[in-house]
């Protein structure tokens, strides 16, 4: 479903602030793949995502989609293609538009009520009694009038109401308060497994890298350091993480907040 050959990218090449921030990345990631990907402070993650999305031009490599080449494909024309959430619940819909234009733009309707039918009007309000936060009954208050967890959970709903190739999910629980962010991890789960989306998702909670998918990243300075799936991804445990990471990367991890998570 998506595949990346020695994708390499540097910020300010031959400057003083030259930073390698992918070095020649290949990866594979099969249809209905949900993998969780963790790491160091300035791992790459993010960058990684942006490589996805086409968000600037690789340095070499290149990315396939759904067994195309869009390498040179426009941002705009992969986003029809790629869902993405951020770590800001803020993002991803617009506050002054109703949950239902918000949910008609996701539809495919430009966000105009009129050119939405009583079927698909039908499926907005069956897909937000999914969401289990009664937005079925809200549905025509302005998004911005939703709590950070609410936003989230229909910033999900509307990037897989057209199932995406592959969904990116960047720290997309991080800014909710950990009662919300398991609900929305809930939520991400069921969606995911029920439509068979192929999801990349970053998370700096290593119980969550290990919980949800099937398969976990670890990145460390521009690099994959560790890529695992099967019966030894089931038997490891934080620690066996904090231990892998060190033992690869030859230092210890550096992310504060998931060194936050374990102290926890
Ligand atoms: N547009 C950019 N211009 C310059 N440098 C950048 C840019 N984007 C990322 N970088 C640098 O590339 C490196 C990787 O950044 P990235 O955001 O991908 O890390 P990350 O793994 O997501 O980190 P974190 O967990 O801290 O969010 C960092 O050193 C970052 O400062």
């Not at 990907?37 to 995502?49: C, E, H, M, R």
């Not at 086409?54 to 390498?71: A, E, H, M, P, R």
């Not at 918000?102 to 430009?110: D, E, I, K, R």
């Not at 994959?224 to 991804?233: A, C, M, Q, S």
């Amino acid at each position: 479903m998506l595949e990346l050959k020695n994708v390499c990218k540097t910020f300010h090449a031959g400057t003083p602030d030259e930073k390698k921030a992918l070095i020649d990345v290949s990866l594979k990631i099969e249809d209905g793949d949900f993998v969780s990907i963790i790491g160091a402070n300035g791992a790459g993650k993010s960058t990684l995502f942006n490589a996805i999305c086409g968000s600037f031009v690789l340095d070499s490599g290149s990315i396939y989609l759904g067994g195309k080449n869009v390498t040179m494909v426009p941002e705009h024309q992969r986003a029809r293609q790629i869902g993405r959430l951020f770590q800001d619940p803020m993002r991803g819909s617009a506050p002054d538009m109703s949950i239902e234009e918000n949910l008609a733009l996701a539809a495919g309707n430009g966000g105009w009520l009129s050119r939405v039918s009583a079927a698909d009007k039908k499926s907005f309000r069956d897909r937000l009694s999914l969401l289990g936060m009664g937005l079925e009954d809200r549905m025509r208050q302005p998004v911005g009038l939703l709590s950070g967890g609410q936003r989230q959970a229909l910033t999900l709903l509307m990037a897989t109401y057209h199932v995406p190739k592959v969904l990116l999910l960047d720290e997309h629980t991080a800014a909710l308060d950990p009662g919300t962010a398991e609900k929305v991890l809930a939520l991400t789960q069921s969606i995911v497994e029920e439509n068979h989306i192929t999801c990349l998702m970053i998370t700096h909670n290593m119980q969550s890298a290990l919980d949800l998918g099937n398969r976990t990243l670890m990145m460390d300075r521009g690099r994959v350091i560790y890529d695992v799936t099967g019966e030894e991804r089931a038997s490891l445990t934080i620690s066996d993480l904090t231990d892998k990471f060190r033992q690869l990367s030859g230092r210890a991890l550096d992310n504060d907040r998931m060194l936050l998570g374990v102290a926890e």
